[in-house]
């Protein structure tokens, strides 16, 4: 009997345990993991760690195509979005359609930089933690830890995001390093625009040694990363738009210091012109020449520093494929050679080239303009940049008059002014299909540094000297402009600082197209207002008995108020943040 | 060899029963005929008694001169008095005031007349007779506090929305009513397959007393499902079929192209820009003397069909013996889309929507021993839905962009299939879209198995009884789709003048083969494990106690979509009632359970709840006084719920890293992934809270008049919503907090009369619904003017502008001329013209901006609701009508739905603002026509109360007409016969005349979802 009672004890507790062994599926998330992971006391080669850096480097832009499908270019004058029947973001941008509540999201970013800030400040907190055992070589040529680089990469590209606020919104609120949590005090104002640049050049100066140099050591894993050379470029560029007239002397509201320098100041080009100039001391033709003009302006966008490629600096790689071409190529092809034709350049850009001897068109002797053949003796890049009627393209001689081959008037898709965009594209002119081809977002090249330089030095010097002209002719003689008999490139002599501020305004028009330098430009030059008084135009072409005839049409006359230098700040930001002052007049 | 035992163990039972002295046979049936099943006999004072059996039937011992008393939930009483005839037949009259009515509510049953919470219970005989596939929409107007809202007819996919006393969450998926199926909880998708033939009754559980018992999930009301089961008898077998006919309730009317291109040519040159059409073309499209070069095609009419077919047949079979009893049912649903057949005909790619549905049970009870009963329900759901792959052919046709009615023709002379010459897009005409791109098939497959057994535990002490039951479902849900993308196959544009075919720029010579694609939508396995101890007993006939103890856990693993681990849901739940005289009434209900979608410090709570009532009609002295009234209950319930909807995933409680975005590195780019911080953790968050009060009264007088009334209060806090007054300076998103609060407030209830004219038995109810919310916080950020906040509003308030009119010539002047007071005009750069719509300038700034944006209209939801039945019947000739109606809502259209240039141009569009019309006085209902989609005209850009309209609408929901043969014209083997036809839908009356569609469907969209449908039906049933 006691055995028994015993037996249904046994038998009991095997039930029970039986029973408290379950073949359930887990219970806790194990597919998901938290900060300790990513940051690992035991990760020696810090894999996860940077792979949280890979997620900061893809907040960079890849504007190819980038704002709804289009170039920011085209809400500017040099180009139409072939979609202007949708109203895509870059029309909006164009005819300025945005209010505070009512913003165009893929250009005016907010919340998106500061989610960018954050996660810099969270590998800054917490990269300490993981013991790395590689190292790098940072840019004094000493052998480091690892972390020490990722922090100063991504402090860089931090720097990066603040100037994209900067440029958008004007001064915006610094947070430094902090993390925040939903307790802390998130009401914070914004910091003065003279604030925001001296972060962000601080943190330039901080980080510059300890980022890598190029050459790179490990090209292989390694191109694309943050560098020296980045961080300097940066700084040319953020210096010479905080010494541009809309925050140095010409402010959308006068001690408004959110929005501006109070008062102007001509040091201030005189800082950017130093810093371009140190840039091109350093690494240019007269210093290391690890930097110069790659010959072939076709290949700056397709050809990775590896491939001979002297110009870049900074860049995105958007991979090896056909994107491009098959969303920007000319209409009127079909299967694997399909276009389609979105970025139309306007005719406004194709009258800024000038002729192939560097004098603008009708102010050449030697080529004079002919109106009805008028791409004919222009500066190569022209052809480089636009692709337009008579073009080769796809072994074919494009057809872009009314109802041509490519440009099929008769249904609603059409080019709006005749011609297509080249740049960036492969090199098809002669090919019979499109194939994979690189390509790069260059957010820094060397003619940028070039032209960066030429403003502000001749911003800063009553009349312009030579170093300003021999940046020009460099980059004139790379275009392929014939340098003439007076060695000149078609510019002429003894300028002042007014007609040479026109050329390099000019110059920088059709050398960065649509690079997305216009649309900053234009704005920080604070000549927006002027500038759409003229309307963007195209060219109409008709073909009649055989011979194509063309005719400059006005497309669009797109208003700018002088509120739209700056972006708005969300309505809602305004609204959450007592203390966030919204820019003027929105 | 089972039936052998089975067929043994009946005829064992006959023999029992023959071996009496008189044996009393007879049928009962209703006033209408309707064979009643399992009415209860019992012979006056003494404890002899039976049931009718599944044909009516019964036998029972007797001797003349015995009172026989018959009872059945919804017929009066009878008493009988036995005279010599050994075979007799006894009609019942339905009585819809009964005192005895039982309604299913959580792990039970309760009676009406002494439940002290507020539950309206629908029987599935009203259900049957509305022909569609799902119960939801079946439930239109029947049950006081029920919410619906249709928003597409599609076939298998026209199942309503609905809510149990409108919303209270601002978290949209919290708002969802727990729908239990015979103790075991389903989901929606699961509910709208269940065949309405399988269902015996639905019961809501509205307030906390009722609703308390299933806690963590009881905020937003219970729908509770019971299916019917066996009854002692010889199998019966009963047989349904149906057809009928399907037609849309509204369809839309478009403008033909003469009257679309001289629109369009008036907008353009309103616009500024070039006419499109010249006089030839617009000559042509009038006198249609071109008809390939200047085409005309009314694409709905030559898209969609007319009608369409559905069928149904259900066969049940019933049954069983006092130890066995059974329920088989299978059924078959077949609804055909309205879309044309275009395919050639050695292609049998069929791409119409369709519904097909195969639906099969089993319940069996088993008592094993007098105290042991075992019972196992097997049920199983097949279904089908097609589409045409990759589009909807509503949207198609109304999207201007994409098609006009002078596009294309319908098809070339030579038969060729055409393309839309002149839009953007190139597409293939709609036919040939529909004839060669093939469809998409989605085929799911639901089984669900519940055994269950329940001990009579007299032993220990009488009415103690003890309840085990496991449910294990498994969802398997899969598509598959066979397509040809619109370059795969050659159009043609054909040019009359040169008769030449120019093929599809985007298209290719040859046809390409279909594609073949496809894969696991969803497949879920679902376990569930109740055990309860419940007693019940009366003392002294005073004393009524009651007492139940239930353990419940519940685990739902998704196996395929998303891999997520289990939810697990676990709980006790406790109910203790007690009725002193069946007079004083008091409930307990407490349950204790959680989910583990929260943290484990914040996984489990406790719901109390507890409900009153008093009989008044029960005291002497009422009784006395007032003896025309037969009950008169006032009750009042009150106590906490909690829902455990969160929205955003499962792991609020937790911040997790999550997979990021990969950037290219090195020389041969390479993708090198990356890692992300995902939304900011809540460590503390928990579940909603619903604190419910209900105060309600339940009347019945002159035996045959019933009121129910309730008034609810309901306080929803603790809602899951994330916080809009976070700047977004934090850098990361945040998981929903426990911060919002709203109230809900209304009545409900129905009223009931039925009375008997000479042979004719007439009845009617009334049913009516009120609820409306109000935001009380919802941690919105401090907005620039009052009327911008939405806290103070109900759920969903729409907000817009006010339209004041149009702008006028003389307004123009005004502004043109820059006079010190003028209207106020957006500050956009398209400048606004005479005949644009003009708003309301709130702020004063002389600019129309989102400042000017107050609250317009009411929430889509309608916060009142009507239903309305009349029934009566003759000689075996039934008729019911059910109106319904819905009231105080708004909904608007937008986009392709209205708008010229995104639309087609409709009729409305010609009673456009122009100058000469508002010279004329004209009556003006559209502002000027423009081809600028941006400007203030547009609903997208400026949502208004010119779009948003407040409609009600009262339908014809169902119409049903029945004739049920008398026995004696049947063919000897048939026990019942019965012909119908009924009607869904069959009329609409709306307040509106500015859109052309349905009052239901969703608001600020297109509204081109699949219409909804109006079905007429033809059906027999039989029983033998």
Redesign the interface.
Same mark, same amino acid.
């Given at each position: 009997m006691k055995q028994l009672k015993y037996l249904t004890w046994v038998i009991g507790i095997f039930f029970m345990t039986q029973l408290s062994c379950t073949d359930n599926y887990e219970s806790l998330p194990v597919d998901r993991f938290t900060e300790d992971f990513v940051f690992s006391v035991t990760d020696s080669t810090g894999k996860q760690a940077r792979q949280f850096l890979n997620t900061i480097y893809e907040q960079l832009p890849n504007r190819h195509n980038g704002v709804g499908g289009d170039y920011l270019e085209a809400a500017t004058d040099n180009a139409l979005s072939i979609a202007l029947d949708d109203e895509p973001d870059v029309y909006k941008l164009l005819m300025g359609r945005y209010t505070a509540s009512n913003r165009i999201n893929s250009d005016m970013k907010w919340g998106d930089y500061y989610a960018s800030i954050r996660k810099v400040n969270i590998l800054i907190r917490n990269i300490d933690v993981v013991p790395f055992n590689s190292s790098y070589t940072d840019a004094l040529g000493n052998k480091r830890p690892l972390n020490a680089s990722m922090k100063a990469e991504a402090r860089f590209l931090r720097a990066y995001f603040y100037f994209q606020l900067l440029q958008r919104y004007g001064g915006v609120p610094l947070i430094g390093d902090r993390v925040f949590g939903l307790e802390d005090d998130l009401e914070l104002p914004r910091n003065t625009f003279s604030d925001c640049v001296d972060y962000i050049v601080n943190e330039i100066e901080d980080i510059k040694d300890s980022l890598r140099t190029i050459p790179l050591e490990y090209p292989e894993e390694f191109a694309h990363v943050a560098t020296r050379e980045a961080a300097l470029a940066m700084k040319t560029r953020v210096l010479l738009f905080a010494a541009s007239p809309l925050f140095n002397g010409n402010t959308l509201e006068e001690g408004n210091e959110l929005v501006g320098y109070p008062s102007y100041s001509r040091e201030r080009w005189k800082y950017a012109a130093d810093a371009a100039r140190s840039f091109m001391d350093n690494y240019g033709e007269h210093g290391s020449k690890i930097f110069g003009l790659a010959p072939d302006f076709r290949k700056v966008f397709t050809n990775w520093y590896g491939g001979d490629n002297p110009e870049l600096i900074f860049f995105r790689n958007t991979g090896n494929n056909t994107g491009l071409e098959t969303a920007n190529g000319p209409l009127g092809f079909s299967g694997i050679r399909l276009g389609n034709g979105r970025t139309n350049p306007s005719q406004n850009l194709v009258n800024a080239f000038p002729m192939k001897d560097g004098f603008a068109r009708g102010e050449s002797s030697k080529y004079p303009y002919n109106p009805q053949k008028p791409y004919d003796n222009r500066d190569p890049r022209l052809d480089y940049t636009v692709l337009h009627n008579g073009s080769n393209w796809l072994g074919t001689q494009l057809k872009t008059y009314q109802g041509g081959a490519h440009n099929p008037a008769a249904t609603g898709h059409y080019s709006r002014t005749s011609y297509y965009m080249r740049k960036f594209l492969g090199d098809f002119e002669n090919a019979d299909q499109y194939g994979n081809t690189l390509h790069l977002w260059i957010m820094f090249r060397y003619a940028e540094i070039l032209l960066n330089f030429a403003e502000a030095e001749n911003e800063y010097l009553d009349t312009p000297s030579d170093e300003v002209y021999n940046v020009l002719y460099a980059l004139r003689r790379r275009a392929g402009i014939e340098p003439g008999d007076d060695n000149r490139y078609g510019l002429k002599s003894n300028m002042s600082q007014i007609e040479m501020r026109q050329v390099i305004q000019n110059e920088r028009r059709i050398e960065l197209a649509f690079e997305e330098h216009r649309y900053w430009d234009i704005r920080r030059w604070r000549v927006a207002e002027d500038l759409f008084s003229e309307p963007v135009k195209g060219m109409q072409i008709i073909l009649s008995q055989g011979n194509p005839s063309y005719q400059e049409i006005n497309l669009i006359q797109a208003p700018f108020s002088e509120r739209r230098y700056l972006y708005p700040i969300p309505y809602s930001e305004v609204n959450k943040n007592i203390n966030m002052v919204q820019n003027p007049k929105w | 060899m089972k039936r052998t035992i089975i067929v043994l163990l009946y005829l064992h039972f006959i023999a029992l029963l023959v071996g009496q002295n008189n044996i009393l046979k007879g049928v009962v049936t209703a006033t209408d005929g309707e064979l009643l099943i399992g009415v209860n006999i019992k012979v006056k004072d003494t404890g002899r008694g039976t049931i009718t059996d599944i044909d009516g039937n019964f036998q029972l011992a007797v001797e003349p001169g015995d009172h026989l008393v018959l009872t059945y939930i919804g017929f009066k009483d009878l008493e009988y008095v036995v005279g010599n005839q050994t075979d007799v037949q006894i009609q019942l009259e339905p009585d819809q005031t009964s005192l005895d009515e039982v309604v299913v509510v959580g792990y039970g049953k309760a009676k009406r007349i002494t439940m002290t919470g507020a539950v309206s219970a629908v029987t599935a005989r009203e259900l049957r007779t509305v022909p569609t596939s799902n119960i939801q929409n079946a439930l239109y107007g029947k049950l006081p506090g029920f919410f619906t809202q249709q928003t597409s007819g599609q076939p298998g996919k026209d199942a309503s929305d609905f809510f149990i006393r409108g919303k209270s969450s601002l978290n949209e998926a919290g708002n969802q009513p727990l729908i239990i199926v015979d103790d075991v909880e389903y989901s929606y998708d699961q509910l709208s397959q269940i065949n309405v033939n399988e269902i015996e009754s639905i019961s809501i559980l509205k307030d906390a007393s009722t609703t308390a018992i299933y806690g963590i999930k009881g905020a937003n009301g219970v729908l509770v499902v019971k299916t019917r089961r066996g009854m002692e008898g010889k199998p019966q077998i009963n047989l349904r079929m149906e057809s009928g006919v399907q037609t849309p309730v509204r369809t839309p009317t478009f403008l033909n192209a003469y009257e679309t291109a001289s629109l369009v040519n008036e907008a353009y040159t309103n616009d500024g820009l070039q006419p499109q059409f010249t006089d030839d073309d617009l000559q042509a499209f009038k006198d249609g003397s071109d008809p390939y070069g200047h085409p005309d095609v009314n694409w709905y009419e030559e898209i969609f069909k007319k009608i369409a077919f559905q069928e149904n047949v259900n066969v049940d079979i019933s049954g069983g013996t006092s130890r066995l009893k059974y329920f088989v049912s299978t059924g078959y649903f077949s609804q055909n889309g309205l879309v044309k057949d275009f395919s050639s005909a050695n292609d049998d790619i069929n791409t119409n929507y369709f519904y097909r549905r195969f639906n099969y049970r089993t319940n069996l009870d088993f008592d094993i021993t007098d105290n042991l009963n075992m019972r196992l329900d097997v049920t199983s759901r097949f279904m089908n839905i097609n589409e045409p792959n990759n589009m909807n052919a509503t949207g198609e046709i109304y999207n201007f962009a994409k098609m006009r009615p002078y596009s294309a023709p319908f098809l070339n002379p030579n038969g060729s299939f055409a393309y839309l010459?002149?839009?953007?897009s190139?597409n293939p005409t709609l036919n040939a879209r529909l004839a060669n791109e093939g469809y998409r098939r989605t085929r799911r497959n639901d089984n669900n198995i519940l055994y269950g057994t329940t001990w009579k535990m007299d032993f220990i002490t009488e009415g103690l009884s003890s309840n085990v039951r496991v449910a294990y479902s498994n969802i398997y849900e899969n598509n598959r789709f066979v397509y040809r993308f619109s370059d795969g196959y050659p159009t043609y544009h054909y040019d009359p003048e040169t008769e030449i075919y120019s093929i599809n720029?985007?298209g290719t010579y040859a046809y390409g083969t279909y594609g073949i694609g496809g894969g696991i939508n969803q497949s879920v396995k679902d376990l569930n494990i109740q055990a309860s101890m419940n007693y019940a007993r009366t003392f002294s006939e005073i004393h009524d106690v009651s007492a139940m103890l239930l353990y419940n856990r519940q685990?739902r693993?998704t196996e395929h979509t998303g891999q997520k681990?289990?939810e697990?849901f676990e709980g006790y739940t406790t109910t203790i009632g007690y009725k002193y005289k069946n007079k004083y009434l008091i409930d307990f209900n407490v349950a204790y359970n959680g989910s583990?979608r929260f943290g484990s410090d914040n996984r489990f709570g406790w719901f109390p709840a507890v409900g009153v009532g008093y009989r008044i009609s029960e005291e002497s002295f009422f009784k006395n006084r007032f003896s025309f009234v037969q009950l008169l209950k006032l009750r009042a319930s009150y106590g906490l719920v909690g829902s455990d909807v969160a929205p955003g995933g499962?792991?609020l409680y937790?911040?997790? %890293?999550?997979v /990021? &975005?990969? %950037?290219?590195? /090195? &020389?041969?780019?390479q993708n090198?992934?990356?890692?992300?911080?995902g939304d900011?953790g809540n460590a503390h968050v928990t579940w909603e809270k619903a604190k419910k009060f209900d105060v309600g009264l339940d009347l019945n007088i002159f035996d045959n008049v019933s009121f129910t009334i309730d008034y609810f209060y309901d306080e929803r806090y603790d809602q899951l919503v994330r916080?809009?007054?976070?700047?977004?300076?934090?850098?990361?998103g945040?998981a929903p907090l426990n911060v919002a609060r709203t109230n809900n407030r209304g009545i409900d209830g129905q009223l009931g009369y039925q009375t008997r004219v000479g042979k004719v038995n007439l009845n009617t109810n009334l049913v009516f619904s009120y609820a409306k919310n109000k935001v009380i916080y919802k941690a919105e950020?401090?907005?620039?003017y009052d009327w911008l906040a939405e806290t103070g509003k109900p759920i969903g308030q729409p907000f817009g502008y006010i339209n004041i009119g149009y702008y006028t010539p003389e307004d123009m002047v005004k502004i043109n001329g820059g006079a010190d007071v003028s209207p106020a005009v957006p500050?956009?750069?398209i400048p606004v013209q005479a005949g644009d719509l003009k708003y309301m300038d709130l702020n004063n700034d002389g600019i129309i901006?989102?400042f000017d944006k107050g609250a317009i209209g009411m929430p889509n939801l309608p916060n009142t609701t009507l239903g309305w039945n009349i029934g009566g019947n003759w000689n075996g000739f039934s008729l019911s009508l059910l109106f319904q109606g819905s009231f105080n809502y708004s909904f608007s259209v937008v986009g392709t739905g209205i708008e010229p240039f995104k639309s087609q141009f409709q009729p409305l569009h010609t009673k456009r603002w122009t100058l000469e019309r508002y010279q004329n006085g004209e009556e003006i209902e559209f502002p000027r026509l423009t081809s600028n989609?941006?400007t203030i005209n547009s609903a997208e850009n400026y949502m208004s109360d010119f779009w948003l309209i407040d409609a009600w609408y009262v339908r014809l929901k169902t119409v049903d007409f029945s004739y049920q043969f008398p026995k004696r014209v049947l063919p000897g083997f048939l026990d019942s016969g019965r012909i119908y036809v009924n009607a869904y839908n069959l009329l609409t009356l709306t307040n509106y005349n500015k859109y052309q569609q349905d009052p239901e469907i969703s608001t600020n969209s297109a509204g081109d979802a699949y219409m909804n449908q109006r079905v007429f039906n033809l059906g027999f049933q039989v029983s033998f």
């Open positions: - | 010459y002149d839009t953007d190139h720029p985007n685990s693993t681990i289990p697990n583990d499962r792991y937790n911040q997790v %890293y999550e /990021g &975005d990969s %950037y290219y590195f /090195g &020389d041969r780019a090198f992934s990356g890692y992300r911080e900011l916080r809009n007054d976070t700047p977004l300076l934090l850098g990361i945040t950020a401090q907005q620039k500050n956009t750069d901006n989102d989609p941006a």
